[in-house]
Protein backbone atom coordinates (compact mmCIF):
# COMPACT_ATOMS: atom_id res chain seq x y z
CA UNK A 1 0.00 0.00 0.00
CA UNK A 2 1.04 3.63 -0.66
CA UNK A 3 0.83 5.59 2.63
CA UNK A 4 1.27 8.89 4.09
CA UNK A 5 2.09 9.73 7.53
CA UNK A 6 1.68 13.24 8.72
CA UNK A 7 3.14 13.94 12.18
CA UNK A 8 5.68 17.40 13.46
CA UNK A 9 6.64 14.59 16.39
CA UNK A 10 9.59 13.08 13.48
CA UNK A 11 11.36 10.50 15.80
CA UNK A 12 7.64 8.85 16.46
CA UNK A 13 6.27 8.70 13.02
CA UNK A 14 10.02 8.20 11.42
CA UNK A 15 9.80 4.69 13.62
CA UNK A 16 6.34 4.24 12.47
CA UNK A 17 7.49 4.70 8.69
CA UNK A 18 10.67 2.27 9.43
CA UNK A 19 8.45 -0.53 10.81
CA UNK A 20 5.80 0.28 8.15
CA UNK A 21 8.35 -0.13 4.85
CA UNK A 22 9.57 -3.26 6.26
CA UNK A 23 6.14 -4.67 5.97
CA UNK A 24 6.55 -3.54 2.54
CA UNK A 25 4.47 -0.76 1.82
CA UNK A 26 5.64 2.59 -0.04
CA UNK A 27 5.73 5.26 3.09
CA UNK A 28 5.99 9.01 2.99
CA UNK A 29 6.69 10.92 5.73
CA UNK A 30 5.69 14.75 5.78
CA UNK A 31 5.66 16.88 9.07
CA UNK A 32 2.82 19.53 8.10
CA UNK A 33 -0.54 18.73 7.24
CA UNK A 34 0.16 21.29 3.84
CA UNK A 35 2.62 19.10 2.91
CA UNK A 36 0.59 15.87 3.06
CA UNK A 37 -1.84 17.48 0.90
CA UNK A 38 0.72 18.45 -1.77
CA UNK A 39 1.87 14.75 -1.84
CA UNK A 40 -1.49 13.40 -1.68
CA UNK A 41 -1.87 14.58 -4.95
CA UNK A 42 1.18 13.29 -6.28
CA UNK A 43 1.17 9.80 -5.57
CA UNK A 44 -2.62 8.96 -4.50
CA UNK A 45 -1.92 6.87 -1.41
CA UNK A 46 -4.17 4.29 0.18
CA UNK A 47 -4.07 5.60 3.75
CA UNK A 48 -3.40 9.35 5.11
CA UNK A 49 -2.42 9.25 8.57
CA UNK A 50 -2.28 12.72 10.48
CA UNK A 51 -1.89 13.86 14.02
CA UNK A 52 -4.62 16.15 15.75
CA UNK A 53 -2.34 19.42 16.35
CA UNK A 54 0.47 20.93 14.79
CA UNK A 55 2.13 23.76 15.56
CA UNK A 56 0.96 26.26 13.08
CA UNK A 57 -2.11 24.33 11.95
CA UNK A 58 -4.92 21.44 12.90
CA UNK A 59 -5.33 18.30 11.47
CA UNK A 60 -8.81 17.94 12.00
CA UNK A 61 -8.95 20.80 9.68
CA UNK A 62 -7.41 19.06 6.68
CA UNK A 63 -9.35 15.65 7.13
CA UNK A 64 -12.16 16.79 4.92
CA UNK A 65 -9.85 18.27 3.20
CA UNK A 66 -7.91 15.21 2.22
CA UNK A 67 -10.94 13.53 1.84
CA UNK A 68 -12.84 15.82 -1.13
CA UNK A 69 -8.92 15.40 -2.92
CA UNK A 70 -8.29 12.27 -2.27
CA UNK A 71 -11.81 10.06 -2.17
CA UNK A 72 -9.92 6.72 -2.50
CA UNK A 73 -7.53 7.26 0.79
CA UNK A 74 -8.73 6.49 4.00
CA UNK A 75 -7.78 8.74 6.72
CA UNK A 76 -6.96 7.89 9.71
CA UNK A 77 -5.67 10.32 12.95
CA UNK A 78 -3.04 9.30 14.91
CA UNK A 79 -3.02 11.19 18.23
CA UNK A 80 -2.11 11.46 21.54
CA UNK A 81 -5.27 13.26 22.44
CA UNK A 82 -7.92 10.74 24.68
CA UNK A 83 -10.41 12.98 24.20
CA UNK A 84 -14.16 11.44 23.28
CA UNK A 85 -14.69 14.51 21.97
CA UNK A 86 -11.61 14.65 19.45
CA UNK A 87 -12.34 11.35 18.47
CA UNK A 88 -15.95 12.38 17.60
CA UNK A 89 -14.53 15.06 15.78
CA UNK A 90 -12.29 13.34 13.66
CA UNK A 91 -15.25 11.09 12.94
CA UNK A 92 -17.54 13.32 12.07
CA UNK A 93 -14.96 14.99 9.53
CA UNK A 94 -14.78 11.95 7.34
CA UNK A 95 -11.71 9.96 9.30
CA UNK A 96 -11.84 6.21 8.83
CA UNK A 97 -10.66 5.97 12.10
CA UNK A 98 -9.00 7.72 15.13
CA UNK A 99 -5.96 5.68 17.13
CA UNK A 100 -3.82 6.69 20.14
CA UNK A 101 -0.45 7.25 19.97
CA UNK A 102 -0.02 5.04 23.46
CA UNK A 103 -1.74 2.20 21.34
CA UNK A 104 1.32 -0.79 20.86
CA UNK A 105 2.65 -0.09 17.33
CA UNK A 106 1.36 -3.92 16.33
CA UNK A 107 -2.15 -2.48 17.44
CA UNK A 108 -1.51 0.83 15.37
CA UNK A 109 0.31 -1.11 12.32
CA UNK A 110 -2.53 -3.69 12.20
CA UNK A 111 -5.23 -0.98 12.04
CA UNK A 112 -3.84 1.32 9.40
CA UNK A 113 -3.60 -1.80 7.14
CA UNK A 114 -7.47 -2.14 8.00
CA UNK A 115 -7.99 1.07 6.89
CA UNK A 116 -5.97 0.55 3.62
CA UNK A 117 -8.20 -2.31 2.66
CA UNK A 118 -11.99 -0.49 3.14
CA UNK A 119 -12.20 -1.65 7.02
CA UNK A 120 -13.84 1.45 9.09
CA UNK A 121 -12.23 0.69 12.60
CA UNK A 122 -14.10 0.50 15.06
CA UNK A 123 -14.10 3.45 17.75
CA UNK A 124 -11.94 3.65 20.96
CA UNK A 125 -15.28 3.72 23.36
CA UNK A 126 -12.98 2.83 26.72
CA UNK A 127 -10.88 5.34 28.44
CA UNK A 128 -7.00 4.38 27.81
CA UNK A 129 -6.06 1.58 30.21
CA UNK A 130 -2.23 0.93 31.10
CA UNK A 131 -0.65 -1.79 28.84
CA UNK A 132 -0.08 -5.03 31.11
CA UNK A 133 2.24 -7.43 28.69
CA UNK A 134 4.88 -9.09 29.64
CA UNK A 135 6.88 -6.20 26.97
CA UNK A 136 5.63 -2.83 28.58
CA UNK A 137 6.31 -3.99 32.57
CA UNK A 138 9.84 -5.04 31.31
CA UNK A 139 10.08 -1.79 29.01
CA UNK A 140 8.87 0.72 32.23
CA UNK A 141 11.38 -1.26 34.71
CA UNK A 142 13.99 -0.07 32.50
CA UNK A 143 12.81 3.23 31.86
CA UNK A 144 12.45 3.54 36.18
CA UNK A 145 16.00 2.78 35.95
CA UNK A 146 16.82 5.71 34.29
CA UNK A 147 18.36 9.02 36.45
CA UNK A 148 15.91 12.04 36.41
CA UNK A 149 18.78 13.39 33.94
CA UNK A 150 18.17 10.41 31.39
CA UNK A 151 14.45 10.62 32.15
CA UNK A 152 14.64 14.11 30.69
CA UNK A 153 17.10 13.23 27.68
CA UNK A 154 14.59 9.84 26.68
CA UNK A 155 11.24 12.73 26.83
CA UNK A 156 13.29 15.46 24.74
CA UNK A 157 14.16 12.16 21.91
CA UNK A 158 10.57 11.59 22.07
CA UNK A 159 9.38 15.15 21.07
CA UNK A 160 12.59 15.07 18.59
CA UNK A 161 14.90 16.97 20.29
CA UNK A 162 18.24 16.79 18.65
CA UNK A 163 22.01 17.33 20.45
CA UNK A 164 21.69 20.74 20.55
CA UNK A 165 18.36 20.98 21.82
CA UNK A 166 18.79 18.28 24.49
CA UNK A 167 21.95 20.33 25.76
CA UNK A 168 19.85 23.74 25.86
CA UNK A 169 17.12 21.73 27.39
CA UNK A 170 19.41 21.08 30.45
CA UNK A 171 21.52 23.77 30.48
CA UNK A 172 24.51 21.52 29.69
CA UNK A 173 27.11 21.13 27.14
CA UNK A 174 26.88 19.37 24.23
CA UNK A 175 29.39 16.91 25.32
CA UNK A 176 27.31 16.33 28.18
CA UNK A 177 24.27 15.93 26.76
CA UNK A 178 25.83 13.03 24.06
CA UNK A 179 26.86 11.41 27.38
CA UNK A 180 23.41 11.30 29.14
CA UNK A 181 22.16 10.12 25.59
CA UNK A 182 24.46 7.54 25.48
CA UNK A 183 24.06 5.92 29.07
CA UNK A 184 19.97 6.12 27.61
CA UNK A 185 20.72 3.89 24.87
CA UNK A 186 22.75 1.81 26.62
CA UNK A 187 20.39 1.42 29.76
CA UNK A 188 17.27 0.55 27.24
CA UNK A 189 19.83 -1.87 25.03
CA UNK A 190 19.02 -0.08 22.47
CA UNK A 191 21.94 1.94 19.09
CA UNK A 192 19.96 4.74 18.04
CA UNK A 193 17.86 7.27 18.83
CA UNK A 194 14.89 5.64 16.55
CA UNK A 195 15.08 2.35 18.06
CA UNK A 196 14.73 4.42 21.59
CA UNK A 197 11.80 5.86 20.38
CA UNK A 198 10.39 3.07 18.92
CA UNK A 199 10.67 1.01 22.33
CA UNK A 200 8.86 3.77 24.49
CA UNK A 201 6.40 4.04 22.11
CA UNK A 202 5.59 -0.06 21.27
CA UNK A 203 5.07 -0.27 25.24
CA UNK A 204 2.90 2.86 25.71
CA UNK A 205 5.10 4.56 27.59
CA UNK A 206 5.92 7.75 25.73
CA UNK A 207 3.35 10.15 26.99
CA UNK A 208 4.52 9.07 30.64
CA UNK A 209 7.81 10.24 30.64
Request: glycine fraction near 6%; charged fraction near 25%.
Amino acid sequence: MRLVLCDDHRLFIESLATVLARRGHEVVVTHSPDQALLIGREIRPDVCVIDLRFPDANGLDAVPLLRARLPSCAIVVLSGSDDVADQSAALTAGAAGFLRKDLAISTIIEAIERAGHGRRLAPLTQPRQPVASAEHLRVRRLVEALTDRERQVLRSLVEAEDTVAIAHTLGVAQSTARTHLQNVLLKLGVHTRLQAVALVADAGLADTL
